[in-house]
């Protein structure tokens, strides 16, 4: 019989977590925040982790977003919001998406998302390792999706 990790070290019940499917969205900048995103979802899909990266706003219930965001693809963020079914949160990951980071606002950037929109989870970090960010994601989301930072 296997054994079940059912309590954390300090003899407190592991939370079960319900799968958080996230779509993540780079909306402009240097793209290390998104490298580092890609390695999370390397690891978590090798654990058969509750969170998952999805391919479609669709299938999502959680838009992640990094980089600066863009005159471009502020469109584009606002059809993937809405593409998104039911209950949905916003968290907005690396400096650039929280606010703006190296990228001032100007005619082609408008800054952070955090900005323009209500985020439920803001991660600031330039960029944040793949432990920061799955910390930050598993924090927020066994503590009831509260908005706040990290």
């Known amino acids: 019989m296997a054994y079940l990790h059912l309590f954390g070290p300090d003899g407190v019940a592991v939370p079960r977590l319900v799968t958080l499917d996230i779509f993540h969205m780079e909306t402009g900048g240097c793209t290390g925040c998104a490298m ?3 390695s999370l979802s390397r690891a978590l899909v090798a654990a058969r982790a509750a969170i998952r990266f999805v391919p479609t706003p669709r299938q999502a219930g959680l838009l992640l977003v990094t980089g600066s965001l863009t005159v471009s693809m ?8 809405q593409a998104m079914p039911g209950p949905r949160s916003l968290a907005a990951v690396g400096d650039c998406a929280v606010d703006g980071g190296l990228f001032p606002p100007n005619y082609a950037v408008l800054g952070g998302v955090a900005r323009h929109a209500h985020t439920s989870l803001l991660l600031p970090g330039c960029p944040p390792s793949p432990a920061e960010i799955l910390r930050a ?7 009831g999706e509260q908005a706040g930072t990290v």
């Not at 502020?74 to 919001?81: G, I, K, L, S």
């Not at 994601?137 to 503590?143: A, M």
């Open 137 to 143: 994601l598993v924090d927020w989301h066994t503590s």
């Open 74 to 81: 502020a469109p584009v963020v606002e059809q993937a919001w």
């Open 36 to 38: 580092e995103l890609r």
